[in-house]
């Protein structure tokens, strides 16, 4: 069936180079909505691929012309982010297919030529239940002020966890909630609360400037694309100490190294103080994963849940973080769990192979063992 489809996708490519331009695009992304592709590869002198469940999928066998790919972007893009690709040759912005869904691209040169590549965002937020993640997420959202990272490798499914957390605060609260994003990416429509959602580049000149201005805007819950830097981690840590709740994110893969990333952004005579403000602001980290399943198609993520207990505030400033990976396996019963834990129950529910959780463990001999005994 994937091959079938897939060649429906090189016949509209071939349509677009006849030059229906933007009506030939808003097709491919159809039909590689059909296939369930998470994203898009439009790369000259490339076939047309699609990433389909972790595997990267190839649309037939004939390259793409570099002014075809050209005008595929100048029909997705504004006159300011063709300036900016064309000074800087990387672009990010969103792009819109109405009634299916959002896509944030990225424009860039490789061998001289221009490529996209395109992350689908599908146009409905799913409701926290549907994402297949453990209840204790959903208390998250009951949290008055704090900070709570969601964290994991690109296209582990970070935003669509933190777009879930925020629609079921905008069906219960009446709260004014900030985003600040590059690009926005799930559009949400303000239901009991007031949501607001600026863009980077066009709404704001930087997360820093943001995050500067943002308490000045009366929000009660914040959030923030990436923490990326010294200052923007700053700033966040800052918006949840004066009793805002602050989510955002960071590309770690477990709840230890995220305390620590965040601690080593400092200069080493700030480290003592960041690990204070640390330990009384941070609510919960959650790390997330995601496997091909193997018991029917679709993905299913693995995941590690850090709460913020008094044991671990003073883990975290006393400077003992690698004691966190022991406090988690011993408090499972208040919602704490590994990542190598979640994985292992996810193979003995014979929901993915024994190769993929082995390849995707943070103690891959341990896990082995266990998945044998």
């Not at 296939?35 to 490339?46: K, M, T």
């Not at 582990?156 to 600040?180: C, D, E, F, P, W």
């Not at 207990?309 to 975290?316: D, F, G, K, L």
């Amino acid at each position: 069936m994937i091959r079938l489809k897939c060649a429906g996708l090189l016949g509209v490519i071939w349509l677009f180079i006849a030059g229906r331009h933007t009506v030939e695009l808003d097709t491919i992304l159809r039909q590689a909505h059909e296939l369930d592709a998470s994203d898009i590869h439009i790369v000259s002198g490339e076939p047309a691929t699609c990433r389909i469940h972790q595997v990267m999928t190839p649309v037939g066998d004939i390259p793409m012309d570099p002014a075809v790919v050209m005008e595929m972007f100048k029909n997705m893009s504004n006159k300011e982010t063709q300036e900016l690709f064309a000074r800087d040759k990387d672009a990010d912005f969103s792009y819109d297919v109405e009634g299916l869904a959002r896509y944030r691209v990225n424009a860039h040169l490789q061998k001289g030529v221009i490529g996209l590549a395109m992350r689908a965002i599908k146009s409905k937020v799913p409701p926290l239940s549907a994402l297949g993640l453990p209840e204790v997420i959903a208390r998250l959202t009951y949290l008055p002020r704090g900070l709570v990272l969601v964290t994991g490798d690109t296209g582990s499914g970070k935003s669509t966890t933190l777009a879930a957390m925020i629609q079921s605060m905008n069906n219960r609260y009446r709260k004014h909630v900030i985003t600040l994003e590059d690009p926005v990416e799930y559009m949400f429509e303000s239901d009991q609360c007031l949501i607001e959602q600026r863009e980077l580049g066009r709404d704001m000149t930087s997360f820093r400037s943001g995050l500067k201005h943002v308490l000045r805007q009366d929000p009660d819950i914040i959030l923030v694309g990436e923490m990326r830097d010294l200052e923007t981690s700053s700033l966040a840590i800052s918006a949840a100490e004066t009793g805002h709740l602050v989510l955002s994110t960071l590309h770690t893969v477990n709840a230890a190294q995220t305390v620590s990333r965040i601690i080593d952004m400092y200069p080493s005579g700030q480290q003592n103080q960041i690990r204070s403000m640390l330990s009384t602001t941070l609510q919960a980290v959650v790390s997330q994963t995601l496997f091909t399943r193997s018991d029917r198609p679709g993905m299913v993520p693995a995941v590690e849940t850090l709460l913020c207990t008094p044991a671990v505030r003073n883990m975290i400033r006393e400077n003992k973080i690698f004691e966190i990976p022991n406090v988690i396996d011993t408090s499972r019963a208040i919602g704490m769990c590994s990542l190598d834990s979640s994985i292992a129950e996810l193979y003995f529910n014979g929901t993915i192979s024994k190769e993929d959780a082995i390849a995707k463990a943070v103690f891959p001999d341990k896990l082995e063992r266990q998945l044998v005994a």
